[in-house]
T-cell receptor
Framework: SAVISQKPSRDICQRGTSLTIQCQVD?????MFWYRQQPGQSLTLIAT?????????ESGFVIDKFPISRPNLTFSTLTVSNMSPEDSSIYLC????????????FGPGTRLTVL | AQKVTQAQTEISVVEKEDVTLDCVYE???????LFWYKQPPSGELVFLIR??????QNEISGRYSWNFQKSTSSFNFTITASQVVDSAVYFC??????????????FGTGTRLTIIP
């Protein structure tokens, strides 16, 4: 299994600013995933971050808005840029996957509120 | 494109009753995985089960059981003798192998289960 931590756990930000969310895993993993969960909604994959290559973004998400870094096999960051109230969500980091592990592990999430 | 449908938005049952959460999926792949996750009010996602597309045996784990029927593309989840601690949002999810071997989970919209004491 994998233990995932995220920082910050929650934040309240002003419109137009940016926030960088950190994800740390206790073991080396090839793929890391970033998901968004808008209030009362399901989870949506933002992007897949492979170490040593550019992140792969899902439809509706762009690098300028959600730049991702993946400097090593245990760490990744997601930045939410030029925030608006619509970006208020829980952002979750995830590792693993059905083909590599028996489950996909999720971090505790970062609860973001944009005023 | 893959899709997961959880038609039940909210369910309320009295404690000790049995409850079944429905999940229907769509995929073009012959190999895929299905998951159930629980999200209690605290917000973390708790893994419940993973099932591959070639294993249609039903599974039981304590008060939890899962019924996978490939013919109807359904993967339903039953809680027997429900307890207040079972109150949460439950998500069904489908994993396919995307391009370049990347995996992605597609989640259903979730079912909010409330157990009334």
């Amino acid at each position: 299994s994998a233990v995932i931590s995220q920082k910050p756990s929650r934040d309240i930000c002003q419109r137009g600013t940016s926030l960088t969310i950190q994800c740390q895993v206790d073991s080396q993993v090839t793929m890391m995933f970033w998901y968004r969960q808008q209030p009362g909604q399901s989870l949506t994959l933002i992007a897949t971050a492979n170490q040593g290559s550019e992140a792969t973004y899902e439809s509706g998400f762009v690098i300028d808005k959600f730049p991702i870094s993946r400097p090593n096999l245990t760490f990744s960051t997601l930045t939410v840029s030029n925030m608006s109230p619509e970006d208020s969500s829980i952002y979750l980091c995830s590792v693993g996957g059905a083909w590599s592990y028996n489950e996909q592990f999720f971090g505790p999430g970062t609860r973001l509120t944009v005023l | 494109a893959q899709k997961v449908t959880q038609a039940q938005t909210e369910i309320s049952v009295v404690e000790k009753e049995d409850v079944t959460l429905d999940c229907v999926y769509e995929t073009r792949d012959t190999t895929y995985y299905l998951f159930w996750y629980k999200q209690p009010p605290s917000g973390e996602l708790v893994f419940l089960i993973r099932r591959n597309s070639f294993d249609e045996q039903n599974e039981i784990s304590g008060r939890y059981s899962w019924n996978f029927q490939k013919s109807t593309s359904s993967f339903n989840f039953t809680i027997t003798a429900s307890q207040v601690v079972d109150s949460a949002v439950y998500f069904c999810a489908l994993s396919e192998r995307g391009h370049f071997g990347n995996e992605k989970l597609t989640f259903g919209t979730g079912t909010r289960l409330t157990i009334i004491p």
